[in-house]
Structures are given as C-alpha cells and as structure tokens.
C-alpha cells in the first residue's frame, strides 16, 4: 500500500495504492491555495471509521447477514502542535437483517479485528527515509 501527495499552489493531488489498484482522490487545497484543506488528524479519523466500515461489510458477508446500512462517528482530541492525538473513540450504528444480539456481536467482533484500530491500539513506528 502506498499514499502520495503533491502540493503546490492550487494543486492538491492525492494517490492511494493497494496492489495494482491505484485510486485519485479529490480533496481541494486550502483558501491559500497551499496545502489541504483537511488535516491529518481528520484524516486519520476517516481512516479509522473506512476501515471499520469495510470490515463490518466483510465479516458480515462471511456471517451470513445482510448489512443495508453503516453509520461510523470517531472523534479524537488533539492538542499543541507536536502532541499525540488522545481520547480516540468510535460508535456505529449497524443496520441488518438481523437480531440486535447478531448485530452487537458483529460489530465487537469487528472491533477486535479491524486493521487500522489493531495498528494503532498496538503502536507503530514511523521512519523518515531521507
């Protein structure tokens, strides 16, 4: 997997890369014409409920459920420039063809396993390559 973005004034491109599967998406730079117009920790933030998204689709499949619908709400706190994020959390609201009990047990099954929350939950080191 891979990532690549190109900033200069008026051009904000973004590739992602999975494989052979290369994919643009649009995020419009900021006012200033420089930079993007949403920052990393949103970012960051849609990845963890992307990600949680798709598993949930997944491992219902693999369930046997019906899932006519996601709902993903996560929010984070961050503070002075330089600081971790903290008080991470997420809800979601799984809508499907069957009991709530099946429902709740997909969706902490999901927690469990969900890449992106595993990832982060465990820590990571990031390298600058130069």
Do not use: D, F
């Given at each position: 997997m891979s990532a690549q973005l190109v900033s200069?004034?008026?051009k904000h491109e973004i590739i992602v890369q999975t494989d052979n599967s290369t994919k643009g998406l649009l995020i419009p730079p900021k006012p200033s014409g420089f930079?993007?117009?949403i920052n990393g920790g949103e970012l960051l933030l849609l990845a963890l409920?992307?990600?949680f998204c798709n598993d949930i689709y997944r491992e219902a499949?693999?369930?046997n459920i019906a899932v006519s619908g996601v709902v993903v709400e996560v929010?984070?706190?961050f503070g002075a420039e330089g600081?971790?994020?903290s008080n991470f959390t997420y809800k979601a609201n799984v809508t499907a063809d069957a009991s709530p009990d099946e429902i709740d047990a997909l969706i902490r099954h999901t927690d469990q396993i969900a890449e992106i929350h595993n990832t982060l939950r465990q820590g990571l080191n990031i390298e600058l390559i130069t």
């Open positions: 200069e004034l008026n930079g993007s117009s409920a992307t990600c499949t693999r369930r929010s984070g706190e600081e971790s994020g």
